[in-house]
């Protein structure tokens, strides 16, 4: 099992930049591949960004790319997503996962954070 732990959610304006973290532990989590989520009120829970930890390679939907970057920071086993010029929109909560498979489905992540709520005014 792997154990993952959001931060840095907060109120931002529209427009403005954000950067969560999620630190991860666990047996074998380098193997895995972790992604970032968001579900707002009443919708499904949305794909944002994946990695291959071991490669190091990032994945993204098309509406994603360009906005949002997720990077990892192995000294301290922390996946991080940049994002930028936020969206009303884009306000959820936003979770970090961690599975066997580079997928984009929910359901193919084994385990989750608590998730950090992100909110943007406009």
């Known amino acids: 099992q792997v154990q993952l732990v959001e931060s840095g959610g907060g109120l931002v304006q529209a427009g403005d930049s954000l950067r969560l973290s999620c630190a991860a532990s666990?047996?074998?989590?380098?193997?895995?591949?972790l992604g970032w989520f968001r579900q707002a009120p009443g919708e499904e829970r949305e794909f944002v960004t994946g990695i291959t930890w071991s490669a190091g390679s990032t994945y993204y939907p098309d509406s994603m790319e360009g906005r949002f970057t997720m990077s990892t920071e192995s000294a301290n086993n922390t996946v991080s997503l940049q994002m930028n010029r936020l969206q009303p929109e884009d306000a959820a909560v936003y979770y970090c996962a961690a599975g066997e498979y580079k997928s984009r489905r929910p359901q193919d992540y084994d385990d989750w954070g608590q998730g950090t709520q992100v909110t943007v005014s406009s």
């Open positions: 666990g047996r074998t989590f380098s193997t895995y591949r």
